[in-house]
């Protein structure tokens, strides 16, 4: 069985900030780790796959495979930061997405 | 750019009506979901389908069903709406590793 995990459901920072948004899996293959954003009154999308080991949007996320985790961090948080966070589990050959309950990023300017 | 759209926004609906959610994907993807996404619950999955008439169970397929004649149009359907159906219902289309996602149609059963 596969689980995704993210212990907070909201977290509040200051403009200007670093900002860690947890995330922790459970599964027994070579998963693949997303994280996915929703902004008031838009679609959820894709926000970065660890595979890519890119920086969108000046976020990163890491996925350590001893510690079962995949965070997102930003240096500094800005206000249009502010929205929904969920990570994403992908685990075996077909497409179904396994994802976490998610957790709700303020950035207070 | 892939669009995947859905018949409503929002929808209100009576115990015990014949619900359809209608998602519309202008893109060739084979697969689709339908997720239901709840405050505290995230996203959870109900049905999902990887062509035309295949169909597969998510996580809570209880009180849904689905239907995909047509490999852009994926249907779901409540065959007896009930209040803890009362959710916001997201559909999405893949066929590598993003899944793109609908607006969602919240649906409001009294």
């Known amino acids: 069985a596969q689980r995704v995990t993210q212990p907070e459901k909201l977290l509040s920072v200051f403009k200007g900030a670093p900002v860690e948004l947890k995330c922790n899996y459970s599964?027994?293959?070579?998963?693949?780790l997303f994280w996915y954003v929703q902004y008031s009154r838009q679609r959820l999308q894709l926000l970065l796959r660890?595979?890519s080991r890119e920086s969108i949007k000046g976020f990163t996320a890491d996925l350590n495979k001893g510690e079962t985790s995949f965070h997102l961090k930003k240096p500094f948080a800005q206000e249009e930061d502010s929205a929904m966070y969920y990570c994403?589990?992908?685990?075996?050959?077909?497409?179904?997405?396994?994802f976490g309950k998610g957790t709700l990023l303020t950035v207070n300017p | 750019d892939v669009k995947v759209t859905q018949s409503s926004r929002y929808l209100v609906k009576r115990t015990g009506e014949k619900v359809f959610l209608e998602c519309v994907q202008d893109m060739d993807h084979e697969n689709m979901f339908w997720y239901r996404q709840d405050p505290g619950l995230g996203l959870r999955l109900i049905y999902f389908?990887?062509?035309?008439?295949?169909?597969e169970k998510g996580d809570i397929p209880e009180g849904y069903s689905v239907s995909r004649e047509k490999k852009e149009r994926f249907s779901l359907i409540l065959e007896s709406a009930s209040t803890n159906q009362t959710s916001m219902y997201l559909c999405?289309?893949?066929?590598?590793?993003?899944?793109?996602f609908g607006p969602g149609t919240r649906l409001t059963v009294t």
């Open positions: 389908s990887y062509d035309v008439k295949m169909k």
């Open positions: 599964y027994s293959g070579s998963p693949e």
């Open positions: 660890h595979i």
């Open positions: 994403a589990l992908r685990g075996g050959s077909n497409y179904k997405l396994t």
């Open positions: 999405a289309a893949t066929s590598d590793f993003e899944q793109y």
